[in-house]
């Protein structure tokens, strides 16, 4: 099955963190220290996004940088996006496999059984 969207092979997760981290701390060089990269590292990434996308995120000035309304809405697309996942990791099978490891360690077989049974049903 061919992708609809062949831009959405090409922006990783990583990017849109980084640009969120931009965005957040209001400029390349504060971004670059809080994820502790170099800043001509963001520079490039952010680059290559604006590049891949067709359009400046950015307006870049003085006093760092603020989102363009292209910039906006990726940002509101991608803080949605990493919600979502948030949520789907959170509530898939990884909680109930984690559960049932811990209700595999308890010494009390009864215990065990209706822990299990009630992580079950859940």
């Known amino acids: ?5 062949p831009l ?3 922006i990783k997760l990583s990017d849109l963190r980084l640009f969120s981290a931009v965005v957040g701390a209001g400029g390349m060089a504060k971004a670059a220290t809080q994820l502790h990269i170099s800043q001509p590292a963001v520079s490039k990434a952010i680059a290559s996004l604006e590049q891949t996308l067709g359009v400046r995120l950015l307006d870049r000035h003085a006093g760092g940088v603020t989102p363009t309304i292209y910039g906006d809405a ?5 803080t949605a996006a990493f919600d979502d996942l948030g949520q789907s990791v959170g509530a898939s099978s990884f909680s109930t496999i984690r559960e049932l490891g811990n209700c ?3 010494a009390d077989k009864r215990t065990h059984s209706a822990l299990c049974r009630a992580s079950s049903k859940r």
């Open 1 to 5: 099955m061919r992708d609809p969207n």
């Open 8 to 10: 959405l092979r090409r």
């Open 74 to 78: 990726l940002l509101q697309g991608s």
């Open 104 to 106: 595999a360690s308890l």
